[in-house]
């Protein structure tokens, strides 16, 4: 627990000295003043918020992916209809000759995989 509080304090020392862009989450966070008394949050309140952020987008993550890999083991036909889209486009099957990695122009082009997410 001590190495995460250090890490945390770290991430926290790090916005305070070199803010971020105004469009993040930690820039809003950086600009929320206590209504009553119009001070900032302190680093401990920074460090709790932006622990509940990381965690929270962990979290969301890696249920929505737990979940499309057991649809995807339950139903062979969409398996088998994904698989048939990525070799399509060369992402299939692992290990192949000529399988190459995934890249963010392929996205737009993996219409059944993006349906299925």
């Not at 952020?53 to 929505?64: D, I, L, N, P, V």
């Given at each position: ?22 469009y ?8 929320v ?85």
């Amino acid at each position: 627990m001590a190495k995460h509080d250090d890490l945390m304090n770290q991430k926290v020392q790090r916005l305070i000295k070199s803010p971020p862009a105004d469009y993040t989450i930690a820039a809003h966070l950086l600009a929320v003043k206590d209504p009553a008394t119009g001070k900032p949050l302190s680093p401990n309140q920074l460090k709790a918020e932006v622990a509940t952020f990381m965690a929270a987008g962990f979290e969301t993550t890696s249920h929505a992916i737990t979940w499309c890999l057991a649809v995807l083991a339950a139903h062979e036909d969409i398996q088998q209809k994904v698989i048939e889209e990525l070799m399509a486009e060369g992402l299939a099957p692992a290990g192949a000759p000529g399988v190459r990695d995934i890249e963010a122009s392929d996205l737009g082009k993996l219409t059944y995989l993006s349906g299925f997410i």
